[in-house]
Nanobody
Framework: QVQLVESGGGLVQAGGSLRLSCTAS????????MGWYRQAPGKQRELVAT???????NYEESVKGRFTISRDNAKNTVYLQMNSLKPEDTAVYYC???????????WGQGTQVTVSS
């Protein structure tokens, strides 16, 4: 079993920054892709950014140039640095981790990010 715990969410004014962290623990063999998703009220969960074990990244168009995903494989941790935040970034942010050895994607419990105008 693998647990993912997110931290770093909160309330920030438009134009501000936040850094989210997500650490995996438990029966970890080797984590492949990790990512951040978000879900705003009344909307479907959407991809924000992903990163492979080798460091290749992918971003949703609206966050390119403002958000940066990174990871520390030794710590089984993925980060999301969010700059120039906008009210439309308000959502619950979830991290996930895909472990190919068990062909399963694990999810965290989510952390709230609120951006005030």
């Amino acid at each position: 079993q693998v647990q993912l715990v997110e931290s770093g969410g909160g309330l920030v004014q438009a134009g501000g920054s936040l850094r989210l962290s997500c650490t995996a623990s438990g029966s970890i063999f080797s984590i492949n892709d990790m990512g951040w998703y978000r879900q705003a009220p009344g909307k479907q969960r959407e991809l924000v950014a992903t990163i492979t074990s080798g460091g290749s990244t992918n971003y949703e168009e609206s966050v390119k140039g403002r958000f940066t995903i990174s990871r520390d494989n030794a710590k089984n941790t993925v980060y999301l640095q969010m700059n120039s935040l906008k009210p439309e970034d308000t959502a619950v942010y979830y991290c996930n981790a895909f472990i190919s050895a068990v062909e399963y994607t694990y999810w965290g419990q989510g952390t709230q990010v609120t951006v005030s105008s």
